[in-house]
């Protein structure tokens, strides 16, 4: 067998479903925000970023840089051990506590990625728990999905943001121990969980509540963490996970809650155990950018005027963008090829970059540039970003030129 | 239910068996490897380090750190977005090329730590193959084991090391796709594997093969390629995976191979595709230590003399160090609670860092201390430690003071 000629078939298919993804290699600029050099097939050429998840573009706050440098030149670049062995990093420690006092919590826990977190938290969880039910959105993530199949226990499925789908699932098993699994805003349409609604539903049932706020945290509630504790829902939420790798600007993940259900994650989840612990500098980045966002609030409304100001405007010129109550900004295509053609035109003609979503980021049929405005999105560049819009959806050569418009 | 006393109960269960793990929390001292400042219950503590995995220092490495504060300076901490989305960066990308060229393999692909590259690695690669049988050592670390779990595809576990164990296994399946995946050099016994024969076997059964070198990658070969390279066998490896958070000092994972391999597993495995990128300023770190140990001989010299002499004074003292042929030095102590004890008082009376090593990293009754000079552990550290050994070995309050030595 040549092993090689699997591997090519696999690419062959990829490319005929127009799924083959290219990655554009680009240079972020500190200081600059939200501007990047794109190493492009013709050389360096200045682009402006408009699908980041450095939301506040923390990655580049001045704090949050002399952290990582500070921390690097007093212990070095990393760990060097897991977190049993070696691992356990002063700066570590104190970002968990940091994370656990963010989310009002009795403890905290660091991973090597949102996903890793997920993935470890909600399957050592559930096994932990034993004959235990998971009850989870349709829409949630994959690395939930992922914590859930290594998990090895029974899920059920429930309608997005749905409670009247959810509460007969957890009515059909009410002596069963269960545990509903649900993000508080869902990246890709930028829509909100009815968290109280489904905590009203844990309690009647008795089911423990696991909470992705991924998207959420540092960019809602007073002092940055997230949905369930601007709406006052945080302390019925059994597990708060999150990253800090979006608003936060660094690398990693984790989950807060009890002090018993922490430290059984921490002494069971073999994705926990079995790896290096997060970088001192990395981990002292974070703390710096948890610290300043839980005082400052001048980022998240610069951010939300920013959303609110681009979608005013988008919605003015007619095109396809669907509504949302966050920071997100889907502009709706529905086709991968137009999806990509449409990316490729902006980045282009207009130095604008938004990486088409298609599947499996998205289901097929509603392929979307995923559109993240930033604290950093003025004015001008939000005109500039309509006119590119407009220009590339007016092409008579593309096929969807008219027709988002007309649908409208 | 009371979930918190599901959490409750698994930890006291830990206790009962003696494997409730406590985190040392460190602070390392940059420019003083291996030296490190304990926080302990009574305050800060100056200690020395003999269980870290940053073999060689790198993580403390000048150039290292400038590589990681100049990046951090110039583009931020973060990457701000999945491969897909925004965050492919320049210094990751150099990345890739970098450690495609130490492997001499086409193609490189970085992940956000050792352990899921091996997890999204494995999985990935056994599900395109499709009817794929792995074979894997039973001495495999628990992340390929959980790669092999994820892939869903079948595996026969194969004795440690053992080539005429491993060929019935082969022969017995002579249609179908394998995959033998095994360690270069395993971390816990310090042995190497028979690369050149399990290669050879691949060849006459026509499996692929893949090889776990993390403990290997900037430790052994000319340019600090690892075993295979150094044994000449590296064109024989399909796939070599590798980490950056152990010899070169940083965070992240890797896997290097073919064009069309590499370019499958970038386009599905999920744990590849829907995690934020490694940081810029890591990359850049990362390339810095590998570049140095690519030219540079003299910290791999000075790390095999420091094991050789260590193991060479341990033995002549008498102290039940298991032989081995790398920079491994595994001390036997056999029980759970004298493990942890002997590292306590090491730490305690010594100021020595030696954390214990228990199930389920290792099997249970093979517990022991396992140390790891690096190339800063010069004469005097070395002398320092026998001391502390000997006299901890000779406690008589110690039920197994005497016995380990009375066993030689």
Same sequence: chains 1, 2.
Avoid at 129 to 151: M, T
Avoid at 363 to 383: N, V, W
Wanted: proline fraction near 6%; include cysteine.
């Amino acid at each position: 067998m040549i092993y090689d000629d699997v591997f090519a078939k696999a690419l062959t298919r990829l490319r005929d479903e127009q799924r083959y993804r290219i990655f554009i290699e680009i240079e972020r600029i500190a200081g600059r925000c939200p501007y990047a050099i794109w190493n492009s097939p013709r050389g360096p050429r200045e682009i402006v970023i408009w699908c980041s998840n450095d939301y506040l573009g923390m990655s580049q706050h001045p704090d949050v840089i002399s952290a990582m440098s500070e921390t690097a030149s007093r212990t070095g670049t990393g760990a060097g051990g897991t977190r049993n062995i070696a691992g356990t990093n002063s700066p570590l420690v104190e970002l968990e506590r940091e994370l656990a006092d963010l989310h009002s919590k009795a403890a905290g826990l660091v991973f090597t990625s949102g996903y890793v977190s997920n993935q470890a938290g909600i399957s050592t969880i559930a096994r932990l728990i034993g004959d235990c039910l998971i009850l989870s959105d349709e829409l949630n993530h994959n690395s939930i999905i992922e914590g859930i199949r290594q998990s090895g226990v029974d899920r059920k499925i429930g309608q997005h943001n749905d409670v009247a789908d959810l509460e007969p699932l957890l009515a059909a098993e009410p002596a069963r121990p269960k545990l509903i699994v649900f993000e508080s805003l869902y990246s890709m349409d930028g829509d909100l969980a009815p968290v109280g609604q489904i905590c009203d539903l844990a309690t009647r049932y008795g089911a423990m509540t696991y909470c992705d706020e991924v998207h959420a945290v540092g960019l809602y509630g007073a002092r940055g963490a997230g949905i369930a504790a601007r709406d006052g829902t945080i302390h019925r939420i059994d597990v708060i996970e999150g990253t800090l790798a979006k608003a936060f600007g660094c690398l990693g993940g984790y989950i807060a809650g009890s002090s018993n259900l922490i430290d059984a994650v921490r002494c069971y989840a073999p994705g926990f155990i079995f790896t290096t612990a997060l970088p001192p500098p990395l981990c002292s980045a974070a703390t710096a950018a948890i610290r300043h966002l839980k005082t400052s609030d001048q980022e998240r409304r610069l951010q939300q005027a920013s959303a609110a100001r681009l979608k005013q405007v988008m919605s003015a010129a007619r095109l396809p963008v669907m509504p949302t109550s966050t920071h997100i900004v889907p502009l709706m295509v529905c086709d991968a090829g137009l999806c990509k053609q449409a990316s490729d035109l902006l980045l282009r003609d207009h130095g604008i970059y938004i990486q088409p979503i298609n599947y499996p980021t998205v289901p097929k049929g509603t392929e979307r540039l995923r559109i993240t405005p930033t604290s950093f999105h003025g004015q001008a560049l939000i005109d500039q970003l309509l006119d590119a819009l407009i220009d590339v959806w007016r092409r008579p050569e593309l096929p969807f030129a008219r027709s988002p418009l007309a649908a409208e």
